[in-house]
Each structure stands twice: as C-alpha cells, then as structure tokens.
C-alpha cells in the first residue's frame, strides 16, 4: 500500500520523469513545427483567431499522452494508474444518534456514526468493488452500533447504582479519506475516580472495498511485528533523550516490572498525508497516563522491503 500511495501521490518520481523527458525531446520538433503550421505559434493575429480552440486540442491530447503513454513508458505507472478506481468511492460519516445524560453525579455525550457510500462510475470492475464496499461498511456499522450500545447500557448501570461520579463522551472523525484508503476513528473517554481515553479505528480498503488491518499493509507472510516494534522503540528513547517530560515504558522491566515489547497484531494505526503508517497506542497501553493517547509516524525505511 505504501508502493500505492507514493505512486498515486508522487507520480512523477525520478525515473517516469526521466521517461518523461526524454519523449518531450523527441516530440519537441515536431509539436513546435505542427503549433507554427496552426498559427498557434505565430504573430499574425488572423492565424491566431483560433488559439483557443487549438490550445484546448493540445490539451485533450496532452491527457491522451499521459494516459496512454505513461503505462507503457513505466511499469509501475501503469501498475499504480490500474490499480486506482477511475472515479473514487465516496465514503461518508453520519451521526445517527445523539445520547446525552446530565445530573450532578453522572455526564454523558454519546455519538453514533454510521458509515454510508455514494458510488460513482458504472463499469463491471467498480460495481463489483461497490457491493464488496457495502458489505464491509454493513459490517462496520454493526460493529460500531454494538459498541455505542454496550457504551450506553454499562453508563446507565452506573447511573442506576447511584454510585461515584462518573461520565463517558464518544464522538468521531474521519482521519484519512483518499481515492484509496478511508480511515474512521472513534474517540472514547471514560471518567471515573480518573480518567481513561481509549480509540476504535476502522479501514476500508478503497481499491477492492474490503475491510483492512495492519497486516494487509504488507507482503504476505512478512514480519511486521519486529520491525514497526523497533522503530517505535527508536523513537521513544530519542523522544525521551530530547524532552526530559516524555516517558514510555522501554527497558522499564526491573523497575515496573513490565515494559512496552511489541506491538499487537492487530494494532491500532492510520495512513498519515505522506502514506506512512501511524502506529496509535491507548492511555496507559505504552506510558504513563500523563502521557494521553500517543502514537508514532513509522520510518519509512524501517518497512520498506515489506510493504505492499
């Protein structure tokens, strides 16, 4: 996926653009000569009547260039350009449902979301993708429904009790929304005698529709594990060697008697801007709860000859 997105977001890389080049020089005679020859090129204002109509040719086969001659000038153009739905799936989050709950001893602001699709493009290939992307949204939903209910029914326990103070608020955002990858992160704070913050990610694969986890972010079969663990392990001690405030739980086995060792399977994470996978950790997962929800932007280098 990281192979994807680079494409899709930095298409002109060093060796398209080498291609690149070297088809305009060829062309370059021959363009400029069929320009002079329109009068597209010319000071005569009578030749140059129609300008913009002419211009607005070159255009269209300046994109018939592109879309027909990058494929074949590149392989990995035309693995990035085919893999990529030709209209996007549009992927939406919608508050269902509000719950709020408010006394003297007992808060709740409570947000169901739903996930919905507006679906472009008629082709076989994306009507296929688009009932595999229902699918998977249906499931999303009923997951995230079953959550929101179980959030509900335990706040209410509490407040039947009558018992401590006590307040839980959940709401959303959309953290990643490309052609390619939709991310949605549910936001959960409890508060009792203290408070604990946790997160809910869900992934739709935007190129096949699926569901998607963190290992489907790699080559089949690859360790993941071992090198995301290290890379964030990496980066806690020079975060904590930088800035004195900042604590994580490495080489804290003695001392505590637990420490931050590896990253769960099924860890949660996000693709940032750049197509690097974000590694999110909940309150109290890998440091103190000073500390809050943290989470590290892996190197890319750390992954690259396992990423897909």
Not at 15 to 24: C, G, R, S
Not at 72 to 79: F, G, H, Q, R
Not at 132 to 147: D, R
Request: contains cysteine.
């Amino acid at each position: 996926m990281a192979k994807l997105y680079e494409m899709c977001n930095e298409i002109d890389s060093k060796d398209i653009l080498e291609q690149k080049e070297k088809l305009t020089e060829a062309e370059k005679g021959r363009m400029i000569a069929n320009m002079k020859k329109e009068g597209i090129l010319s000071g005569d204002r009578k030749k140059n009547k129609g300008f913009a109509q002419k211009a607005a040719g070159w255009v269209a086969a300046a994109a018939v260039l592109i879309l027909v001659v990058v494929p074949n000038i590149s392989a990995k153009a035309a693995y990035a350009m085919g893999q990529i739905p030709i209209l996007g799936k549009v992927i939406k989050a919608v508050t269902v449902r509000e719950y709020h709950y408010e006394d003297e001893q007992f808060s709740a602001q409570i947000q169901e979301v739903q996930l919905e699709q507006e679906t472009e493009g008629q082709d076989e290939q994306e009507n296929d993708i688009d009932i595999t992307a229902g699918e998977s949204i249906a499931v999303i939903n009923e997951s995230i429904e079953e959550m929101t209910g179980r959030l509900i029914a335990r706040f209410e326990e509490q407040v039947e009790s009558g018992e401590g103070h006590n307040g839980v608020y959940a709401d959303h955002e959309v953290v990643t929304d490309t052609d390619t990858w939709f991310t949605l992160r549910i936001n959960v704070t409890e508060v009792a005698a203290s408070g604990m913050e946790y997160q809910y990610y869900y992934h739709i694969d935007k190129t096949t529709g699926e569901i998607a986890s963190l290992k489907d972010l790699f080559e089949n079969g690859a360790d993941y594990i071992t090198p995301v663990s290290g890379n964030i392990m990496k980066q806690m001690k020079e975060q904590m060697a930088e800035d004195d405030s900042k604590v994580y739980w490495v080489d804290t086995k003695e001392e505590l008697g637990h420490q931050f060792e590896q990253i769960k399977q099924d860890q949660n994470f996000y693709l940032n801007e750049d197509g690097q996978i974000v590694i999110c950790f909940d309150e109290y997962e890998v440091a103190p709860g000073y500390m809050g929800l943290v989470q590290f932007a892996i190197e890319d280098e750390a992954v690259a000859d396992i990423r897909k």
